[in-house]
């Protein structure tokens, strides 16, 4: 005789809830906790990103972003915009204008829901634009069963053709024994690792990256092709705090900077050496801490209230000058000659 079947609790009805029900408007709520590290975790996880907030509702000219993210994982920007309705063009429209003013490679747009020519508008960008250049569509729901608190699901609608061969999956990924750090590798990773906690104690502006073990650390600005960047010379024995310009607008960039030299140092408290020689597309602006002897560990802590103090004056100085940079605003003078010393832009008279 069959046993009785055991009692199991009842099922719940799984129910679509109105986003707006939680979130009351897209600046004041939807942002905010879309930029939260758990929320942005689950937009992360459905892109196959491991995102950072670098900057919330930054204006680009007569344009706003929403948020202005880094994937950690490749070191790349992504740009996100969202709206708690339906996809509309005004949207589409300060989507590109903002990507192509901060020059972002990944472009995010969150919607309840994507109107059938949007979504091909995605799909057209991604066959049209060059490598390197990414756009997602995201649609978010929220569900709750019975009085449970309620859950947010992004379903990705829009995405580049080849974006499931650049994620790597869990399972199934050939292990690789990775080569034991070198005594320098060492050192460096020991030095940056200390540099982030220094800057996590302080409440810094400037917030830690992930220590490699490079010869420098890369901290964010708040714009694409724009970096912080602490470096060490072991030959020289020297530390450099820079703000490091790169890509194609890296010199026109670099000279508007330059025609504010004389307040820009006067707010530094310092003279900066200005190079823009450093590479075909990359220009950069420091500052040097010489005699510098990482073998000693007695002097790092010397060291790390150094890079500290600089960082967060490149950041105070220089972050909200390379928001507003027009790399069109520059006119470039005749004969227009510049060497990089402190002190020593020359402009013809």
């Not at 609608?157 to 974006?163: C, G, I, L, N, R």
């Not at 996590?200 to 092709?225: H, M």
Request: proline share 6%.
């Amino acid at each position: 005789m069959p046993s009785e079947p055991s009692a199991r609790p009842p099922l719940g009805k799984l129910e679509k809830v109105d986003l707006s029900t939680y979130w009351q408007g897209e600046e004041t709520d939807f942002t905010p906790w879309l930029a939260q590290a758990d929320n942005l975790k689950l937009l992360g996880d459905a892109l196959g990103m491991e995102l950072e907030v670098v900057a919330a509702e930054q204006r680009v000219g007569a344009s706003q972003v929403d948020l202005l993210c880094r994937n950690r994982a490749t070191d790349s920007w992504v740009l996100v915009e969202n709206q708690l309705e339906t996809t509309d063009f005004g949207h589409l429209g300060q989507l590109i204008t903002c990507a192509a003013g901060l020059d972002v490679g990944n472009i995010v747009w969150i919607a309840s829901r994507f109107s059938a020519e949007h979504r091909a508008a995605l799909n057209w960008l991604n066959q049209i634009t060059q490598e390197g250049i990414s756009f997602f569509g995201l649609e978010i729901e929220l569900w709750r069963i019975g009085n449970a608190a309620m859950a947010v699901n992004f379903n990705l609608v829009a995405q580049p053709q080849d974006w499931d061969q650049t994620v790597p999956e869990e399972e199934g990924v050939p292990e690789v024994e990775e080569e034991p750090l070198t005594e320098t590798q060492q050192q460096n990773l020991e030095f940056w690792s200390g540099l982030c906690q220094q800057l996590e104690r302080r409440g810094s502006i400037v917030k830690p990256g992930t220590p490699e073990p490079l010869d420098a650390i890369r901290f964010a600005i708040g714009r694409a092709c724009f970096r912080l960047i602490a470096s060490l010379d072991r030959e020289d024995g020297c530390l450099y705090c820079e703000l490091h310009l790169a890509g194609e607008d890296a010199h026109p960039h670099f000279y508007l900077l330059a025609e504010e030299q004389e307040a820009i140092e006067m707010a530094m408290g310092l003279p900066l050496i200005w190079d823009d020689q450093a590479d075909e597309k990359a220009c950069a602006i420091y500052c040097v801490l010489p005699e510098v002897d990482l073998n000693d560990l007695d002097r790092w802590p010397q060291y790390y209230h150094w890079l500290c103090d600089h960082l967060e004056q490149f950041h105070e100085v220089f972050a909200d000058r390379v928001k507003h940079l027009n790399a069109t605003d520059y006119q470039p003078l005749p004969d227009y000659s510049f060497n990089p010393l402190p002190g020593s832009l020359i402009l013809p008279s």
